[in-house]
């Protein structure tokens, strides 16, 4: 085992020794040899004291650390985090006949930082998010297959539109095993999802909101329900099954209007209660009748990517919630979320206060959000909670 070796400015190692993830590119003062792009380094302070082993990329994140240990990344490696990660997700009760629909793999919470892997029934989405995970690719493939079995057939790998950098790097979509009489037919809690992993939006379907969507069916009975930014319409099939009396579902691509009334009809054939509008949500909001829904769920794509973005994503969130708490009925309920990473917990919060301030109306938090424990958050890197939502009564 011998990798190239990265020195850091004096005092730069100071996070590294609280276990963050990431060495930013300003804290490295030089290289032994010339690291390639993905390439596994060594981490030393400025006294040559070892600090850590991870994937070299360009970039402001020069190193994503994949262990604080001196150790060989090699297949034998993958299959420990493997089976780490596999281990908490069966003490979690997933992968049961009601519910084979979760996320294998979070990243940083599973200590993997820059890989994603989705588990849709026989079938692994893998997504790289650094060219490290890229390059790796087919080691990470046959220590999943080894360390999962017979549980999984397919392997899709999806990272044509996630790489950061790519620096000779090609990337092409396609199944690195199997592929054969692939069900696009996935189960989360009992209900039925079409899942398209290959031209769906990230790997196919929106995992992270499983536990929050069974919250909202147990406030649907009865109410007339509006799901914003519907994509495959998965609240609005809890919505449904939670006895709603009508359920609009909203999204500006009419793919995903015609998704959504896939999965509404697989569930709920013949199914009365509930229409679909390809529209843009703003509008939407603003020409509806006030008191025409009592139950709004409010789950936009990520207003902000970058932080220099992130004053107009905050205006966004406080235009969005401020049309509907505006709208809704005396005594309804809003899910309102934000899945921005660079939105922490307290902008969301204010962005919200403020827009309900402007309304003048009462307003209840009755329940604060996050993504469920198969995309658990590294204590040491809290870049990893991304999903902030709020449970609203306006009165």
């Known amino acids: 085992m011998s990798y190239k070796k990265l020195y850091l400015n004096p005092g730069k190692e100071e996070s590294l020794k609280r276990f963050h993830p990431w060495v930013f590119s300003g804290a490295i003062h030089h290289a032994e040899g010339r690291p390639e792009e993905g390439e596994i380094v060594e981490i030393y302070d400025s006294r040559k004291n070892f600090l850590a082993t991870g994937h070299c990329q360009i970039g402001s994140i020069a190193v994503r650390v994949l262990s ?34 979760f996320r294998l793999i979070h990243g940083e919470g599973d200590n993997m930082p820059g890989l994603i892997a989705d588990i849709y029934g026989k079938t692994v989405v893998m997504q790289a998010h650094s060219p490290g995970m890229h390059l790796a690719r087919f080691e990470l493939a046959s220590a999943l297959k080894e360390i999962m079995g017979n549980s999984i057939e397919n392997i899709y790998y999806k990272s044509e539109s996630t790489l950061p950098f790519k620096a000779g790097l090609e990337a092409e979509n396609g199944y690195l095993t199997g592929g054969q009489n692939v069900s696009g037919i996935a189960l989360e809690n009992g209900l039925q999802f079409k899942v398209d992993w290959e031209k769906g939006q990230k790997t196919g379907f929106f995992i992270d909101q499983r536990d929050n969507r069974s919250l909202l069916e147990k406030y649907a009975e009865g109410r007339n329900v509006l799901n914003m930014f519907c994509y495959t319409g ?106 921005s990473q660079v939105v922490t917990k307290e902008d969301f919060r204010l962005a919200v206060f403020s827009a309900a301030a402007q309304t003048g109306r009462n307003v209840k938090i009755l329940h604060q959000l996050t993504q469920q424990a198969d995309h658990p958050i590294n204590i040491y890197h809290p870049e990893s909670e991304y999903i902030k939502g709020l449970v609203l009564r306006v009165e």
């Not at 090699?74 to 003490?91: I, Q």
Request: proline fraction near 4%; aromatic fraction near 12%.
């Open 68 to 101: 604080f240990k001196q150790e060989e990344i090699n297949e034998d490696f993958w299959k420990k985090r493997f089976e780490t990660a596999w281990t908490l997700r069966r003490n979690l009760g997933l992968n049961k006949p009601h519910n084979n629909t």
């Open 234 to 339: 998965g609240f609005s099939c809890y919505a449904l099954r939670g006895g709603a009396k009508k359920v609009h579902s909203v999204d500006s691509s009419s793919k995903a209007v015609d998704l959504t009334n896939e999965n509404v009809a697989l569930n709920f054939p013949d199914e009365t209660r509930h229409q679909a509008f390809a529209e843009d949500a703003f509008k939407y909001l603003e020409k509806t009748d006030a008191s025409a829904y009592d139950l709004i769920i409010l789950d936009p794509p990520a207003f902000a990517k970058h932080r220099k973005v992130l004053k107009n994503a905050l205006q966004g969130y406080r235009k969005l919630n401020m049309i509907a708490i505006e709208k809704i009925r005396p005594g309804g309920i809003i899910f309102t979320f934000s899945c």
